[in-house]
C-alpha cells in the first residue's frame, strides 16, 4: 500500500510552499506589433522565446498567468538522449549542450545535475532494444555501455540484480530544474530584446482572408492588441483552446500524470537516474529522494482542463498509482520499507502517436505550434525550440521533423475525438513499450478502410495502421485475423475482446530477429519476382492539379520535366527552398476528358498526382503552399477517396491484364511509364504502366463504385496464372531490394536529390523550386551520400543500425529488410566522411565496411545502386 510518511502537503489549486512565484514581466505596456507572438509560457514557450531572440527575431510571450505555472514548475525534468529515432537524439542532445551553455552566456544555474541514467532490461528483447539504441548512439557520439545486472547494481546500490538481466548506462545524461531552466532561458532572451507579459490572456487571434489562404492578423488580449504575422500556440494543456480561437481542431488530449516523492534514502545520492521501461516506472535521483513516476494502462483522462489551474494540483489517485510502487519495488526492494512524503498529480498533454506537435498549421498560414509535448517538454525543449526558430524565419527546419510536423494528422483525423482519445490513452499506457520493427496499435483502428477491405480480410490480409487507413500487411493461409473494435485493455469497465487472432498475429513480430511471418512474406516478393502479385495502394494520395497557371505550377514544382505527351508518367521530387526532398510522385499530364473520375474534363493542361500515404496530407499541403506563395491560379483537388489502386506486378502481369480488356496490352501502346483509360468488365479506369519494385507491371486506378467489379474480374483471371495476393512488407523488401526509396524514411526534407543519387531526375531546364541548391551540389560535390549494403551474414536489420568504415563509424541505416532475390540482408543508407570533406566515389570504394547490428559488427559489401538487375531489363519486361 501506499504509505505516507506525513500529510499530503500538496493540495489541488494552491501554490506548493517549495514553489517561489517570481514575476517575469519586462513590460506592462502591450506592443503595437511584433514579429512572432508567442502563447504560453512554460518551457516550450520561454525557449522559444530565447531562441527566436537570439536570431534577432521581435518576439512577445503572453501568459495568462505566471511562467511555468502550467505544466512546466511540476515536472520530473529528466534529461536523456538515446531514442528510437535519430531526429529525437538529436533534438534531444541539442536540449542538453543548451542546458550547460546557458549558464556559461547568463550567469544563473539552470538546475543541470549530470547524474547518468541506467535503463533496465527484464527480458532478452528488451535488451536487444538496449543493444540497437546503443549502436545508434555510436554515430552520434552519445557515449553509452550494456552492462550486466552486478555492474548496474554497483552505479545504482538499490538495486537488485537478480531482478533484471541487463542495463543500459548512459553516463551523459541527468535532470534539471524546470523553474531554473526557464529563468535561465528568460534571461537569455531578455538581452536581445524578448519580451514577456504575464497576466496577460489571449482573446482572439484574427485572421485575414482576403488573399484566398486564411493569415494571421493579429492577436487580442485583455491589454491591448498585437499585430503580427506569425502565432506560436505553445499553451500546454490549453493548447486546444487556442486553436479553438481560430477554428482549428488539435489532436491533443490532458491527462493526469503523477510521481510521488520519497523519504531519505541515503545510499541513492549522486546515482544515476533509473528508467525500468519493463515495468513502466521511472526514478529521478533527487538529492537522498526519489521521485517515482510511470504509465499506467487506465490514466485519468481529463475531458475539460479548468482554464484557471495555475501553480496547481489533482490529488493522486492511489488506486491507479499503486502499481508502479509495486513495480519499483520488484527491482528495488527499498520501495517495499520507504515512506512517501508527497506526490505530484498534474495535467499533461499528450497526442495519438506520442510526438509533439509543431510545425505552421496548413490551413492557417503564420499560425504555427509547439505543444503536446506527452511528458517530454524538458528532454525536447530546446532542440525543438531550435528548429521551430529556423522554421518559421527560414521556412523550414534543418533536421527532418516530419513526425513532429502537425501535417503529419489529415484533417479527417484532427477533429475526430473519439479516434483521437483512443489512440492517445494507448499511446500513454505503452509508452515504455517495447518499439519493435513492426508493432502495430490496437486502438483507432478500421477509422479509414479502402474499397479493397472487406475482399481482403476475407482473403487473409493481416493489416497495418498508416495514416489512419488500414492496408494489408501480409497474407496469412486458411484462416482470418480482422482487426477488432479498440477494448482499452480492459480498462475503464470496458470488456477485453475474446477474439485475439489479430493480435495473435501481431506477436510473431515481437522480435528484432526475423519476423515468425518471414517465409510467408517472401512467398508473396517472390511471386512478385517470379510470377504474378497483386497489390492494394489505394490509400496512396491521389490529385488532380488543375487551372489556368497549372503548367506554371508544374514547372516550379516539379524537378523532372513534366511537359509530356498526355498519359506519359514521369516520377519526380519536389523540393524545398533550401533543395531538401519534400516530396517524390508521379505525373501524370493530362488533356480535356469524359468528366470521369480518372478522366476529368478539364479547361486546359492538367496533371495526376500520386504520392506515398503516409506523408500524403504533407505533399498536398507543401504544393498548396507553394502554389499559394507563387500567386499561380492553380488548384489541388484531392480525390484519395474517390479512387481504389490495385497493382498487378511480376512477369505475367501483362498476360492476365490482356485477359481482362480489349485494349492491346503492348509494348507499343503500353511502353514503360504509359498510362491509358481502359475497360474492365464494363467498367472504366486509368491503367499505368509503372512498377514500385523494378518488375514489369501496371495499376489500375479505379473510381470507388467500380472497385468490386474490376476486383472480381482481376482474381477470376488471376486464377489461371496463380496470381497471389501481397501486402505492403512484400512491397517494402522488393522495393529496397530494386533500391527505391521511400520518403521520410530513406530520402528526406534535409537530403538534396544529388545527395541521395536522384539528380538524373532533376532537370537543367528552366526554374524549379530549389534547384540553385541541387546545381551547387552538382557543381562542387557533397559531403553525404545515399549508398546501398548487402550483408554475408543472415541477420535481420530494420534501420538505424550503425555504418562502420573501418573504424570509424560513417552514418546509419535509414532502412533494411531481407531481400528474397539477392537472399541477403540489404539496407541504404547515407555515408558521411568523417571529416567533412567532400565525398569521393575513391573513399566511398576504399574502405571495408561493417554494419552494427545489436552491438555485433557484420561485413557489408557497399554499392553506389542496387545490385538488382542494374540495367532495368525486366522493367522493360525482358526476363529472357
Not at 486553436?243 to 493526469?256: E, M, R
Not at 528495488?332 to 510526438?355: M, N, Q, W, Y
Not at 506519359?568 to 533550401?578: A, D, E, G, Q
Amino acid at each position: 500500500m501506499l504509505r505516507t510518511a506525513g500529510r499530503n502537503v500538496f493540495k489541488t489549486k494552491n501554490v506548493p510552499k517549495f514553489q517561489q512565484v517570481l514575476s517575469y514581466t519586462t513590460d506592462t505596456n502591450i506592443p503595437n506589433q511584433a514579429d512572432v507572438v508567442v502563447i504560453g509560457g512554460g518551457v516550450a514557450g520561454c525557449s522559444l522565446l530565447y531562441h527566436l531572440s537570439k536570431r534577432g527575431i521581435k518576439t512577445v510571450l503572453l501568459e495568462r498567468a505566471k511562467i511555468t505555472s502550467g505544466t512546466t514548475w511540476h515536472t520530473s525534468a529528466l534529461c536523456w538522449r538515446l531514442r528510437p529515432g535519430d531526429a529525437d537524439i538529436r533534438l534531444s542532445e541539442s536540449t542538453r549542450k543548451l542546458l550547460i551553455s546557458l549558464e556559461q552566456e547568463t550567469g544563473l544555474n539552470t538546475g543541470w545535475i549530470n547524474n547518468g541514467g541506467l535503463f533496465i532490461a527484464k527480458t532478452e528483447e528488451r535488451l536487444q532494444e538496449f543493444k540497437r539504441l546503443h549502436t545508434l548512439g555510436h554515430f552520434f557520439n552519445i557515449e553509452s555501455h550494456v552492462i550486466d545486472p552486478s555492474e548496474a547494481a554497483k552505479l545504482s546500490p538499490i538495486l537488485d540484480p537478480k531482478k533484471f538481466k541487463g542495463a543500459l548506462y548512459s553516463p551523459g545524461d541527468g535532470c534539471t530544474d524546470p523553474s531554473m531552466y526557464c529563468a535561465a532561458l528568460i534571461k537569455g532572451a531578455n538581452t536581445r530584446g524578448g519580451q514577456i507579459i504575464e497576466n496577460c490572456p489571449v482573446n482572439n487571434i484574427l485572421t485575414d482572408p482576403t488573399s484566398g489562404v486564411r493569415k494571421i492578423k493579429a492577436v487580442e488580449t485583455a491589454k491591448g492588441t498585437i499585430e503580427t504575422s506569425c502565432v506560436v500556440n505553445a499553451a500546454g494543456v490549453w493548447s486546444t483552446n487556442i486553436a479553438q480561437l481560430v477554428g482549428l481542431d488539435l489532436p491533443i488530449v490532458p491527462i493526469k500524470h503523477a510521481y510521488v516523492i520519497t523519504d531519505s534514502i541515503p545510499e541513492v545520492k549522486n546515482t544515476p537516474n533509473l528508467r525500468d521501461h519493463d515495468g513502466s516506472t521511472y526514478m529521478r535521483i533527487q538529492g537522498d529522494c526519489i521521485y517515482l513516476g510511470g504509465y499506467e494502462a487506465n490514466p485519468e483522462i481529463i475531458k475539460d482542463m479548468p482554464t484557471d489551474f495555475q501553480f496547481s494540483l489533482f490529488d493522486l489517485d492511489k488506486n491507479i498509482f499503486e502499481v508502479h510502487l509495486k513495480n519499483a519495488a520488484d527491482i528495488a526492494p527499498v520501495f517495499e520499507r520507504v515512506g512517501i512524503k508527497s506526490d505530484i498529480c498534474g495535467a499533461e498533454a499528450f497526442t495519438p502517436d506520442h510526438k509533439p506537435i509543431m510545425g505552421e498549421d496548413p490551413r492557417l498560414g503564420g499560425f504555427y505550434y509547439s505543444c503536446g509535448y506527452n511528458s517530454l517538454g524538458i528532454n525536447l525543449s530546446g532542440g525543438c525550440a531550435e528548429q521551430l526558430a529556423i522554421w518559421i524565419s527560414e521556412g523550414r527546419p534543418e533536421i527532418p521533423m516530419f513526425t513532429y510536423d502537425i501535417r503529419r494528422f489529415m484533417p479527417n483525423l484532427r477533429s475526430d475525438r473519439a479516434w483521437i482519445t483512443e489512440t492517445t490513452q494507448e499511446c500513454y499506457a505503452k509508452n515504455f513499450g517495447i518499439v519493435f520493427p513492426h508493432d502495430q496499435p490496437l486502438a483507432g483502428r478500421n477509422h479509414k478502410i479502402g474499397p479493397f477491405h472487406e475482399a481482403l480480410v476475407a482473403s487473409g490480409a493481416v493489416m497495418e495502421q498508416a495514416q489512419g487507413w488500414e492496408r494489408p500487411g501480409y497474407f496469412i493461409k486458411d484462416r482470418t485475423a480482422p482487426v477488432q473494435a479498440y477494448d482499452w485493455y480492459g480498462c475503464y469497465g470496458h470488456v477485453n475482446n475474446e477474439d485475439k487472432r489479430y493480435e495473435h498475429e501481431l506477436e510473431g513480430d515481437y522480435t528484432f530477429g526475423f519476423s515468425k511471418h518471414h517465409d510467408l512474406i517472401g512467398e508473396e516478393a517472390n511471386a512478385a519476382r517470379n510470377n504474378v502479385a497483386l497489390f492494394d495502394l489505394s490509400y496512396f494520395t491521389k490529385m488532380y492539379l488543375s487551372g489556368p497557371d497549372a503548367e506554371e505550377a508544374a514547372d516550379w514544382l516539379f524537378t523532372t520535366d513534366t511537359g509530356k505527351e498526355p498519359g506519359r508518367v514521369v516520377y519526380t521530387c519536389s523540393l524545398n527552398s533550401k533543395g531538401g526532398v519534400e516530396a517524390d510522385v508521379t505525373v501524370t499530364p493530362l488533356q480535356e476528358g469524359v468528366g470521369t473520375l480518372d478522366d476529368p474534363m478539364l479547361k486546359g493542361k492538367g496533371y495526376y498526382i500520386v504520392a506515398g500515404g503516409t506523408t500524403g496530407y504533407q505533399t498536398v499541403s507543401h504544393f498548396k503552399k507553394e502554389i499559394g506563395k507563387k500567386n499561380f491560379k492553380a488548384v489541388i483537388s484531392d480525390i484519395t477517396d474517390k479512387l481504389g489502386v490495385l497493382s498487378i506486378q511480376g512477369p505475367k502481369s501483362r498476360a492476365l491484364l490482356q485477359t481482362i480488356t480489349e485494349t492491346p496490352i503492348t509494348d507499343e501502346r503500353f511502353p514503360p511509364g504509359m498510362s491509358h483509360i481502359i475497360q474492365i468488365n464494363g467498367h472504366v479506369c486509368r491503367a499505368m504502366r509503372i512498377s514500385f519494385i523494378g518488375e514489369l507491371g501496371y495499376e489500375l486506378h479505379v473510381p470507388v463504385a467500380s472497385c468490386g467489379p474490376v476486383y472480381k474480374k482481376v482474381m477470376e483471371a488471376g486464377r489461371g496464372f496463380e496470381l497471389k495476393h501481397a501486402g505492403f512488407r512484400a512491397l517494402y523488401s522488393l522495393s529496397l531490394e530494386k533500391g527505391y526509396h521511400l520518403w521520410n524514411r530513406d530520402v528526406r526534407m534535409d537530403d538534396n536529390p544529388v545527395e541521395a543519387n536522384l539528380q538524373m531526375i532533376c532537370r537543367k531546364e528552366g526554374q524549379y523550386l530549389g534547384k540553385q541548391h541541387v546545381e551547387k551540389l552538382k557543381q562542387h560535390g557533397v559531403k553525404k551520400k545515399r549508398v546501398f549494403f548487402t550483408l554475408e551474414d543472415r541477420v535481420a536489420i530494420y534501420g538505424l543500425e550503425t555504418i562502420w568504415r573501418d573504424d570509424t563509424s560513417v552514418g546509419f541505416l535509414r532502412r533494411g529488410d531481407w531481400g528474397y532475390n539477392l537472399n541477403c540482408s540489404i539496407g541504404t543508407g547515407f555515408v558521411e566522411h568523417p571529416k567533412g570533406q567532400i565525398l569521393t566515389d575513391e573513399f566511398l570504394k576504399s574502405g571495408n565496411y561493417y554494419i552494427e547490428v545489436l552491438g555485433m559488427r557484420y561485413p557489408a559489401t557497399l554499392f553506389f545502386k542496387s545490385p538488382f538487375d542494374p540495367k532495368n531489363r525486366r522493367l522493360l519486361g525482358q526476363y529472357d
